[in-house]
């Protein structure tokens, strides 16, 4: 939504391309809203050019390769190289088809995560893919715990791969609030009011082992688009 992009905008440090962003730069780019979904008509009347701007910037990647990892939206097709996947694939992809190909859980439910062919290096921080769980495994983190659904949110704070999670009742009103406020200036495009969002602290933590922990710190959030 937009409030979660005004979010991004005021508090991290890089955003990633995923498949919500995507979808609206391509509706933007071709005016096809085939793809589109209900909610994003909402979306669409909220973006300002200043949106638009910093959602055209948003890269495929991050790599970190002090730590030998990446950071991606969705993942990598294994078996080809990471760096000049495209867009449709590193935002999109679930599990592997019997074709070879990415393609969503729900459309071959028995078919193996992406993640689980993945050898690295290497190592590969992912959303997209929810689960109650973090998915921690050898070569590849999935920290996309549900916070839409009612899950967590959950960042992997780098180096170290400590895993930190907030609760979805104390994410949601902090979007719903930059939602609120953006729908009443939808129409009103001359006024920048600075949005000052509540902060979102996290508790708790995990250790995810990390072989690559080194002194320069970076932070990545997943949180679900809402």
Request: a positive charge; aromatic letters at 6%; glycine letters at 8%.
């Amino acid at each position: 939504s937009a409030g979660v992009i005004a979010l991004a905008r005021e508090h991290a440090h890089r955003s990633l391309l995923g498949n919500h962003e995507f979808r609206l730069l391509n509706y933007r780019r071709t005016g096809d809203p085939t793809h589109l979904k209900k909610s994003d008509y909402d979306t669409l009347k909220q973006l300002s050019a200043k949106d638009w701007a910093y959602l055209s910037a948003m890269s495929l990647t991050y790599h970190l390769p002090e730590m030998s990892t990446v950071l991606v939206h969705a993942g990598f097709l294994p078996g080809a190289p990471w760096r000049s996947q495209p867009a449709r694939v590193v935002t999109r992809i679930q599990v592997v088809g019997p074709d070879g190909e990415p393609h969503k859980r729900v459309d071959f439910p028995d078919q193996p995560h992406w993640s689980e062919r993945w050898a690295g290096p290497p190592f590969v921080i992912y959303g997209h893919t929810p689960r109650r769980d973090p998915a921690v495994a050898k070569t590849s983190l999935g920290i996309d715990t549900s916070c839409v659904q009612g899950g967590a949110l959950t960042a992997c704070v780098l180096p170290g791969r400590t895993l930190v999670q907030v609760p979805e009742r104390d994410v949601a009103p902090a979007v719903e609030r930059v939602d609120a406020d953006l729908g009443r200036a939808a129409d009103d495009r001359g006024s920048e009011r600075p949005l000052r969002p509540g902060r979102l602290a996290p508790a708790g933590g995990e250790q995810v082992p990390d072989e690559h922990a080194g002194p320069r710190p970076a932070v990545l959030v997943r949180g679900d688009q809402r």
